[in-house]
């Protein structure tokens, strides 16, 4: 009896250091969520707080492009996680599917983009931030500079 209270006592331990418990992977799939989210909710400085203040053409590129569209859904499938753990500070890129679905607010055409996004991070605090960025459109590289046209 005795033997099972503690098998139960310690896997109840294990359940809870496992939550307690956030890997870099973790916390870079929860970032890219997030930055997701502040996409779909137009929030552009939503957005803007995930950039680093460094990275200004990512900066430039969310601040000129986010009030082109009126994002109605967003989404990340198939994220995937490489850390470079022997940078100084930590470095990652994170590749998924991003969809981001909406309206053009200049002429009320639709746009609707699915294809791959590749997002540089780093970690100078306790915090992940973007420091690049790289999209596709029918497998081919996305520039933002040529803003919507880009995405047909």
């Known amino acids: 009896m005795l033997g099972v209270a503690a098998v139960i006592g310690i896997t109840v331990l294990l359940l809870f250091i496992e939550s307690a418990v956030v890997t870099p992977t973790e916390e870079l799939e929860q970032a890219v969520a ?4 502040a996409i779909e ?3 552009l400085n939503g957005v803007l707080a995930q950039i680093d203040p460094q990275a200004a053409h990512v900066r430039h590129d969310a601040e000129t492009l ?3 569209v009126k994002v109605k859904e967003t989404g990340a499938t198939a994220v995937r996680v490489e850390i470079d753990g022997n940078a100084a500070p930590v470095k990652a890129t994170t590749f998924f599917r991003g969809r981001i679905d909406g309206t053009n607010t200049r002429n009320g055409v639709r746009l609707f983009y699915f294809d791959q996004v590749e997002l540089d991070w780093h970690k100078p605090s306790d915090k992940w931030l973007i420091t690049d960025y790289r999209a596709s459109f029918r497998g081919k590289p996305v520039k ?3 803003g919507l046209r880009g995405i047909r």
Request: no cysteine; glycine share 0%; hydrophobic share 45%.
């Open 34 to 37: 997030t930055v997701m989210a």
């Open 41 to 43: 909710a137009n929030d």
């Open 66 to 68: 986010m009030p082109q």
């Open 144 to 146: 933002a500079s040529e």
